[in-house]
Protein backbone atom coordinates (compact mmCIF):
# COMPACT_ATOMS: atom_id res chain seq x y z
CA UNK A 1 0.00 0.00 0.00
CA UNK A 2 1.63 3.07 -1.16
CA UNK A 3 0.70 6.74 -0.38
CA UNK A 4 -0.40 8.55 -3.27
CA UNK A 5 -1.31 11.73 -1.07
CA UNK A 6 1.75 12.39 0.81
CA UNK A 7 1.97 13.20 4.63
CA UNK A 8 -1.67 14.72 4.79
CA UNK A 9 -3.31 10.83 5.36
CA UNK A 10 -4.14 10.24 8.45
CA UNK A 11 -4.92 7.13 10.24
CA UNK A 12 -6.42 5.97 13.01
CA UNK A 13 -5.72 2.50 14.72
CA UNK A 14 -7.73 1.66 17.89
CA UNK A 15 -5.56 -0.49 20.04
CA UNK A 16 -2.15 0.29 18.36
CA UNK A 17 0.01 -0.36 21.08
CA UNK A 18 0.87 -3.97 20.74
CA UNK A 19 0.27 -6.75 18.82
CA UNK A 20 -1.96 -6.69 15.30
CA UNK A 21 -2.54 -2.75 16.11
CA UNK A 22 1.00 -2.23 16.90
CA UNK A 23 2.23 -4.33 13.93
CA UNK A 24 0.08 -2.17 11.97
CA UNK A 25 0.92 0.91 13.27
CA UNK A 26 4.59 0.25 12.58
CA UNK A 27 3.17 -0.37 8.44
CA UNK A 28 1.87 2.70 7.50
CA UNK A 29 4.39 4.79 9.53
CA UNK A 30 6.63 3.25 6.87
CA UNK A 31 4.42 3.72 4.25
CA UNK A 32 4.62 7.61 5.32
CA UNK A 33 1.36 8.09 6.85
CA UNK A 34 0.53 9.83 10.37
CA UNK A 35 -0.61 7.69 12.21
CA UNK A 36 -3.16 7.86 15.28
CA UNK A 37 -3.13 5.32 17.92
CA UNK A 38 -5.74 4.58 21.14
CA UNK A 39 -3.54 2.83 23.32
CA UNK A 40 -2.68 1.72 27.60
CA UNK A 41 0.76 1.47 26.64
CA UNK A 42 3.73 3.57 25.91
CA UNK A 43 5.63 2.65 22.86
CA UNK A 44 8.96 3.65 21.32
CA UNK A 45 8.49 4.59 17.68
CA UNK A 46 12.31 5.50 17.05
CA UNK A 47 12.60 7.80 13.83
CA UNK A 48 8.63 8.12 13.53
CA UNK A 49 7.78 10.52 16.29
CA UNK A 50 6.85 13.59 14.72
CA UNK A 51 4.51 11.46 12.97
CA UNK A 52 2.61 8.82 15.19
CA UNK A 53 0.30 10.59 18.04
CA UNK A 54 -1.14 7.94 21.36
CA UNK A 55 -4.19 8.69 22.22
CA UNK A 56 -4.76 7.79 26.03
CA UNK A 57 -8.42 6.97 25.85
CA UNK A 58 -10.61 4.62 28.12
CA UNK A 59 -13.23 2.80 25.75
CA UNK A 60 -15.00 1.77 28.75
CA UNK A 61 -16.28 5.49 29.76
CA UNK A 62 -18.21 6.45 26.47
CA UNK A 63 -17.55 10.62 27.44
CA UNK A 64 -14.34 10.11 27.32
CA UNK A 65 -14.21 8.10 24.01
CA UNK A 66 -16.83 10.95 22.28
CA UNK A 67 -14.59 14.13 23.79
CA UNK A 68 -10.86 12.55 22.78
CA UNK A 69 -12.07 11.66 18.81
CA UNK A 70 -14.32 14.78 18.89
CA UNK A 71 -10.96 16.90 19.31
CA UNK A 72 -8.94 15.00 17.13
CA UNK A 73 -11.61 15.45 14.61
CA UNK A 74 -11.13 19.03 14.72
CA UNK A 75 -7.84 19.52 13.58
CA UNK A 76 -7.50 16.22 11.59
CA UNK A 77 -9.37 14.25 8.92
CA UNK A 78 -8.78 10.05 8.51
CA UNK A 79 -8.70 8.35 5.46
CA UNK A 80 -8.48 5.11 7.05
CA UNK A 81 -9.88 3.82 10.62
CA UNK A 82 -9.03 0.29 11.86
CA UNK A 83 -11.17 -1.05 14.73
CA UNK A 84 -8.99 -3.40 16.52
CA UNK A 85 -8.79 -2.98 20.17
CA UNK A 86 -10.55 -5.27 22.17
CA UNK A 87 -10.22 -7.50 24.99
CA UNK A 88 -11.65 -11.04 26.21
CA UNK A 89 -14.30 -11.08 28.15
CA UNK A 90 -13.71 -11.21 31.92
CA UNK A 91 -14.13 -14.23 33.66
CA UNK A 92 -16.55 -12.59 35.58
CA UNK A 93 -19.82 -9.93 35.31
CA UNK A 94 -18.24 -6.58 35.15
CA UNK A 95 -19.84 -3.06 34.04
CA UNK A 96 -18.92 0.17 32.51
CA UNK A 97 -18.62 3.39 33.68
CA UNK A 98 -21.85 4.14 31.56
CA UNK A 99 -23.26 0.82 33.27
CA UNK A 100 -22.94 -1.72 30.16
CA UNK A 101 -21.31 -5.51 30.14
CA UNK A 102 -17.86 -4.69 29.90
CA UNK A 103 -17.05 -6.35 26.39
CA UNK A 104 -19.45 -4.85 24.71
CA UNK A 105 -19.29 -1.80 25.36
CA UNK A 106 -15.26 -2.06 24.67
CA UNK A 107 -15.04 -3.85 21.65
CA UNK A 108 -17.82 -3.05 19.86
CA UNK A 109 -20.24 0.23 20.94
CA UNK A 110 -16.98 2.61 21.99
CA UNK A 111 -15.92 1.79 17.86
CA UNK A 112 -19.51 2.36 16.75
CA UNK A 113 -19.32 5.83 18.53
CA UNK A 114 -15.89 6.42 17.32
CA UNK A 115 -16.86 5.80 13.54
CA UNK A 116 -19.98 7.66 13.87
CA UNK A 117 -18.07 10.49 14.62
CA UNK A 118 -15.24 10.59 12.36
CA UNK A 119 -17.47 9.61 9.47
CA UNK A 120 -20.09 13.25 10.58
CA UNK A 121 -17.07 14.88 10.37
CA UNK A 122 -15.75 14.64 6.90
CA UNK A 123 -17.39 16.36 3.92
CA UNK A 124 -19.02 14.11 1.36
CA UNK A 125 -15.87 14.46 -1.12
CA UNK A 126 -13.24 12.77 1.58
CA UNK A 127 -13.12 8.95 0.83
CA UNK A 128 -12.74 7.04 3.98
CA UNK A 129 -11.98 3.03 4.48
CA UNK A 130 -12.88 1.74 7.87
CA UNK A 131 -11.93 -1.66 8.88
CA UNK A 132 -13.30 -3.67 11.70
CA UNK A 133 -11.42 -6.79 13.30
CA UNK A 134 -13.67 -9.80 14.18
CA UNK A 135 -12.77 -13.23 15.30
CA UNK A 136 -13.64 -16.78 14.23
CA UNK A 137 -15.76 -17.08 17.06
CA UNK A 138 -18.39 -14.90 15.37
CA UNK A 139 -19.52 -17.67 13.79
CA UNK A 140 -20.89 -19.32 16.86
CA UNK A 141 -22.63 -16.06 18.63
CA UNK A 142 -26.34 -15.31 18.67
CA UNK A 143 -27.15 -11.78 19.09
CA UNK A 144 -27.62 -10.67 22.93
CA UNK A 145 -26.14 -7.75 23.37
CA UNK A 146 -24.76 -6.34 26.47
CA UNK A 147 -27.36 -3.25 26.54
CA UNK A 148 -29.47 -4.76 29.91
CA UNK A 149 -28.00 -5.78 32.77
CA UNK A 150 -28.13 -9.96 32.89
CA UNK A 151 -25.91 -10.34 35.49
CA UNK A 152 -27.14 -13.91 36.62
CA UNK A 153 -27.01 -15.03 32.74
CA UNK A 154 -23.30 -13.84 31.86
CA UNK A 155 -21.00 -16.13 30.40
CA UNK A 156 -17.52 -15.24 29.22
CA UNK A 157 -16.89 -16.87 25.68
CA UNK A 158 -20.80 -15.82 24.74
CA UNK A 159 -19.58 -12.25 26.00
CA UNK A 160 -16.60 -12.07 23.78
CA UNK A 161 -18.13 -14.08 20.59
CA UNK A 162 -21.54 -11.66 20.66
CA UNK A 163 -19.15 -8.85 20.57
CA UNK A 164 -17.30 -10.28 17.39
CA UNK A 165 -20.22 -10.83 15.75
CA UNK A 166 -21.21 -7.20 16.50
CA UNK A 167 -18.22 -5.97 15.13
CA UNK A 168 -18.51 -8.46 12.00
CA UNK A 169 -22.32 -6.46 11.34
CA UNK A 170 -20.39 -3.54 11.43
CA UNK A 171 -19.81 -2.92 8.02
CA UNK A 172 -23.00 -3.75 6.89
CA UNK A 173 -24.73 -1.45 9.41
CA UNK A 174 -22.31 1.06 8.77
CA UNK A 175 -22.93 0.78 4.54
CA UNK A 176 -26.37 0.45 4.24
CA UNK A 177 -26.88 3.56 6.79
CA UNK A 178 -24.72 5.82 4.98
CA UNK A 179 -25.17 4.04 1.41
CA UNK A 180 -22.17 6.40 -0.14
CA UNK A 181 -19.38 5.54 -2.35
CA UNK A 182 -17.61 7.66 -0.54
CA UNK A 183 -17.42 5.41 2.25
CA UNK A 184 -16.07 1.85 2.18
CA UNK A 185 -16.43 -0.34 5.40
CA UNK A 186 -15.17 -4.00 5.83
CA UNK A 187 -14.46 -6.72 8.31
CA UNK A 188 -11.65 -8.50 8.86
CA UNK A 189 -11.12 -11.78 10.45
CA UNK A 190 -7.51 -12.77 11.25
CA UNK A 191 -8.22 -16.06 12.72
CA UNK A 192 -6.12 -17.78 15.82
CA UNK A 193 -3.07 -15.68 16.21
CA UNK A 194 -0.43 -14.25 19.30
CA UNK A 195 -1.67 -10.89 20.85
CA UNK A 196 -1.91 -9.05 24.05
CA UNK A 197 -5.73 -9.63 24.16
CA UNK A 198 -5.63 -11.49 27.93
CA UNK A 199 -5.40 -8.20 30.06
CA UNK A 200 -8.28 -9.02 31.81
CA UNK A 201 -7.98 -12.58 32.44
CA UNK A 202 -6.72 -14.38 35.45
CA UNK A 203 -3.03 -14.94 36.12
CA UNK A 204 -3.37 -18.86 35.30
CA UNK A 205 -4.65 -18.09 32.08
CA UNK A 206 -2.11 -15.32 31.24
CA UNK A 207 0.68 -18.03 32.13
CA UNK A 208 -0.81 -20.15 29.73
CA UNK A 209 -1.26 -18.00 26.69
CA UNK A 210 2.44 -16.71 26.88
CA UNK A 211 3.49 -20.18 27.03
CA UNK A 212 1.47 -20.61 23.34
CA UNK A 213 2.32 -17.63 22.36
CA UNK A 214 5.24 -18.20 20.44
CA UNK A 215 3.70 -21.44 18.41
CA UNK A 216 0.95 -18.95 17.09
CA UNK A 217 0.65 -16.86 13.96
CA UNK A 218 2.66 -13.85 13.81
CA UNK A 219 0.87 -10.64 14.62
CA UNK A 220 3.48 -9.23 12.05
CA UNK A 221 2.44 -11.60 9.27
CA UNK A 222 -1.80 -10.87 9.91
CA UNK A 223 -0.94 -6.89 9.76
CA UNK A 224 0.49 -7.34 6.12
CA UNK A 225 -2.40 -9.13 5.09
CA UNK A 226 -4.91 -6.77 6.19
CA UNK A 227 -2.75 -4.23 4.52
CA UNK A 228 -3.10 -5.99 1.05
CA UNK A 229 -6.88 -5.84 1.99
CA UNK A 230 -6.89 -2.49 2.27
CA UNK A 231 -4.90 -1.42 -0.97
CA UNK A 232 -6.83 -4.11 -3.58
CA UNK A 233 -9.66 -2.23 -5.30
CA UNK A 234 -11.25 -5.53 -5.07
CA UNK A 235 -12.02 -5.61 -1.87
CA UNK A 236 -15.85 -5.26 -1.27
CA UNK A 237 -17.61 -3.27 0.96
CA UNK A 238 -19.86 -4.78 3.51
CA UNK A 239 -18.42 -8.05 3.28
CA UNK A 240 -16.15 -9.67 5.91
CA UNK A 241 -12.82 -11.30 4.26
CA UNK A 242 -10.45 -13.61 6.03
CA UNK A 243 -6.57 -14.18 6.39
CA UNK A 244 -7.15 -16.05 3.17
CA UNK A 245 -8.71 -12.90 1.38
CA UNK A 246 -11.59 -15.15 1.28
CA UNK A 247 -15.10 -14.23 1.76
CA UNK A 248 -16.93 -15.64 4.80
CA UNK A 249 -20.76 -16.08 5.31
CA UNK A 250 -22.61 -14.14 7.60
CA UNK A 251 -25.18 -15.91 10.05
CA UNK A 252 -28.19 -15.70 8.87
CA UNK A 253 -30.56 -12.77 11.04
CA UNK A 254 -33.99 -11.98 11.30
CA UNK A 255 -34.21 -8.86 9.39
CA UNK A 256 -36.69 -7.42 12.40
CA UNK A 257 -34.38 -8.52 14.87
CA UNK A 258 -31.33 -6.92 13.32
CA UNK A 259 -32.96 -3.75 13.34
CA UNK A 260 -34.12 -3.34 17.06
CA UNK A 261 -30.51 -4.37 17.50
CA UNK A 262 -29.49 -1.67 15.31
CA UNK A 263 -31.66 1.19 16.54
CA UNK A 264 -30.77 0.17 20.42
CA UNK A 265 -27.37 0.82 20.05
CA UNK A 266 -28.18 3.89 18.00
CA UNK A 267 -29.88 4.85 21.00
CA UNK A 268 -26.85 4.09 23.21
CA UNK A 269 -24.17 6.06 21.74
CA UNK A 270 -26.89 9.14 20.57
CA UNK A 271 -26.21 11.89 23.38
CA UNK A 272 -22.64 11.51 22.82
CA UNK A 273 -22.71 12.40 19.20
CA UNK A 274 -24.34 15.68 20.10
Same mark, same amino acid.
Given at each position: ?26 ? $????? @?????? #? ?8 ? /? ?7 ? =? $?? =?? !? &?????? !? ?28 ? @? /? ?13 ? &? ?7 ? %? ?11 ? @? %???? *????? /???? !??? %? ?7 ? !? ?23 ? =?? #?? $? ?8 ? %????? *? @? ?10 ? #? ?5 ? /?????? &? ?40
Amino acid at each position: MVNSRGKDQNILITGGTSGLGLELVRF $FLKQG @YNVFAT #GRQKVSLIGF /ESRFTLLNI =D $FS =DL !K &EVSTGV !KTICTNHSFSLVINNAGILSPPSYTETADG @Y /EYTFQVNFLAHLLIN &EIIVNSINN %RHKIKIVTITSPV @Y %RFAS *LHPGI /EKNE !KNY %RPMRSYSTS !KLCLAMMPDLLSTRYNDAALMCFSF =DP #GT $FSSGIYRMQK %RWFRA *L @YRVAAPFMRSSA #GVAKVLA /ELISED &ETVSGRIYDRSKNIRTFPEMDTSQKAAFTESCYALIDRFLK
